[in-house]
C-alpha cells in the first residue's frame, strides 16, 4: 500500500478518534444522578479578577452518591465559588458550613432520565455522523490519488473497518452512559 494511502489512513483514524472524545467529552456534562465531582468541570469562579477553573481554588470530592464538597484554599473564595456554581446554572443549590461548600445533588425522576436517556443518544448520533463524515472524506481523497483499482478498493474496506469499528465505540459508550442514567 503507497505512503499516501498510509497517511490518509492514519489521519482518518485520528479524526474518528477526536469525534470519540468529543463524545465523551459532551456526556460528561450530562449528569447521571449520582455526585461526581466532573459535574463541577464547567464552573468557573472569579479568583484575583480572573475567571478561574473551579479545582484550581478547591478542592472537590463526593463522599457519597448524593454529595459533593468543595473545600477551598482560601475561606474567603466560600462566596466566589458559590457564586460560581450558580452562574454555571447546572441546577444546584450550594450551601456552605463556613469552610466547606455543600452540593445536596437531587435524584432524578423517572421522566428527567428518560429526557437525559434520550438527550446521550442525540450526541452518540452526532458522534456517528462525524464518524461517516470522516469515513467519506477519506474515500474522497482516496479516489483522487493515482492508485489502482485493486489498491483503491483494498483501502475503502480499510476505511469501512475503521467507521465499523469506531461506530461500535460509539454505541459502547451510549449503552455504558444510558446503563448509567438509567440506574436508580
Do not use: C, W
Amino acid at each position: 500500500m503507497s505512503e499516501e494511502v498510509d497517511i490518509i489512513l492514519e489521519s482518518t483514524e485520528e479524526d474518528m478518534k477526536k469525534a470519540l472524545t468529543h463524545l465523551e467529552k459532551q456526556l460528561r456534562n450530562i449528569r447521571a444522578g449520582k455526585a461526581n465531582p466532573s459535574m463541577l468541570e464547567p464552573v468557573k469562579v472569579e479568583y484575583y479578577g480572573m475567571m478561574t477553573p473551579l479545582n484550581q481554588v478547591a478542592n472537590v470530592s463526593a463522599p457519597d452518591g448524593r454529595t459533593l464538597i468543595i473545600q477551598p484554599f482560601e475561606k474567603s473564595m466560600i462566596g466566589g465559588i458559590e457564586k460560581g456554581i450558580m452562574d454555571a446554572n447546572l441546577g444546584f443549590n450550594p450551601t456552605n458550613n463556613g469552610d466547606n461548600v455543600i452540593i445536596n445533588v437531587p435524584q432524578l425522576t423517572e421522566d428527567r432520565r428518560k429526557e437525559l436517556s434520550k438527550q446521550v443518544k442525540s450526541e452518540a448520533e452526532e458522534a456517528k455522523i462525524g464518524v461517516r463524515n470522516n469515513r467519506r472524506s477519506a474515500n474522497n481523497e482516496l479516489k483522487e490519488l493515482d492508485i489502482s483499482e485493486d489498491e483503491l478498493n483494498d483501502a475503502e474496506d480499510k476505511v469501512q473497518k475503521l467507521t465499523d469499528k469506531y461506530t461500535a465505540k460509539v454505541d459502547d459508550i451510549f449503552e455504558h452512559k444510558k446503563e448509567e442514567i438509567m440506574t436508580v
